[in-house]
């Protein structure tokens, strides 16, 4: 059975006739080439296919296109805005916050439902927001620190990448080795 | 994913009717986060995929005249666990809803959905029956209300018949002197399932240590959640001493029939109701714990 659904992605409608067994996941990807969501675990346990339906963090691979139609979907290519990458982007990019970077579009659209909703969180807060995306990589102290730093960016605080590592070290976040 | 005929309907009675003419062969689709899994691995592949989120009224949570709640089936576990109202009167009931699965899980994830995948773990089920909770169902027939208690009838099983649908859950207005605890024990906080889960429910009476009412209840350990009515009756009328709780400890070890799994083994599971049953009670009377 196919359906046409009518999806409005990243600002932009598309009209789409797809098969209804399809998920969100593989329509983002397979029809509107976007693949910057990831394809990972699809039973909803690793968040690499994270987006914004309203503004609220879902999993693609567990969501029917037909269910999500008329709503504001957002993906990581919507998260730069003309050509601007997102302050949490640039502060991933600066601290290293990516490695292979394949759990990273799931880990910045969490991320920013979180600073959305709580523009200041506290290490616990970023960590309860992003306990639904796994990474294999980097032990996850960089992305915690990433959001933080991205966080403060946003409210004004122009902090450098110095700064929030003698903050991590300050709070214990990180320790310098050895020590 | 096989395909399969889907229907998103308006209306209860149309979603009723499609699912009584297709039997076994329909299912409901909530947050989807149980079925479309299941769909994937392939142990379950419906004819027919009735979305109940286009049915107005089933997302929503609302005060009963006599000061309980009705918690529409379609209502999110995000939206459980920030509603004042749930938060204010039955907090072990949102703080558990908060702690479940993930962000992005709970944002889909539905009440209705977590009770009618029964799931000997679902989290859900235990704060609920402790707290007397009901279940409204709509079917071809019209409308019925059945004790939680009696709403599980074995793994991935309920009381629900062809063409039934979970509508709400009813929670009776909370009890003054009364408090209630959930220890959900598993391998991680997030993202995890319940290796045992234990619901304790307390009422006191006033101004004293004296049991005038409790609920235990147990999930993950049996083919459906089950009350620990011997340990229960120990408690009622009794002192809460650490002798009494400690016996409600092992009278709920003894009821409960766990089995071995990738989480763990039934003689780790029977040793963990002991334990997490008694940590249970006493956080209720606010002695250590996460109490909620
Ligand atoms: C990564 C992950 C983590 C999870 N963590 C937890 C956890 O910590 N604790 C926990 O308890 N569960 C957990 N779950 C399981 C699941 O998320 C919950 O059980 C959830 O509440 C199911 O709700 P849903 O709306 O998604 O159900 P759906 O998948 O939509 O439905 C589940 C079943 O119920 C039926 N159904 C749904 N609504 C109704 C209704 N109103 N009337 C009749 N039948 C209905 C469907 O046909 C289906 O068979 C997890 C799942 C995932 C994928
Ligand atoms: S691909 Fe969706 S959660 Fe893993
Ligand atoms: S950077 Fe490789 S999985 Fe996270």
Redesign the pocket.
Known sequence: MKQLVSLQVNGERHELYVPVHKTLLEVLREELGLTGTKHGCE???CGACTVLVDGEPILSC?TLPVEVQGRDITTVEGLASQGVPHPLQVAFAELNAAQCGYCTPGMLMSAKALLDRTPDPSPDEVREALA?NLCRCTGYVKIVEAVRLAARRQQGDLGTVVDEIERALNEGVVREPGA | MKGFEYYAPETLDAAVEILARYGEGA????????????MRYGH?APQAVVN?KRIPG?NRITSLENGGLHVG??V??TQLSREALVRERYPVVAHIAG????AQ?RN???????L??A?P????APPLIALDAEALIVGPEGERRVPLEHFFTGPGATV?GPG????AVLLPPPQPHTRAMYI?H?HREA????IVGVAALVRLAPGTATCQGARIVLGAVAPTPIRAREAEALLEGAPLTEEHIAEAGRLAAQAARPIDDVRGSAWYRRKMVDVLTRRAIAGTRGEGGDLT
């Open positions: 039973l909803g346990e567990l639904g | 299912y409901p689709v909530a947050g989807g986060t149980d079925l479309i899994p299941k379950v109940l089933l089936a379609l999110t576990l702690k479940m699965a993930s899980v889909l994830a539905t009440v209705g959905g977590n009618c995948n799931a773990s679902a989290d859900l629900l039934e649908l979970l509508t959900k598993a993202l995890d399932i319940a």
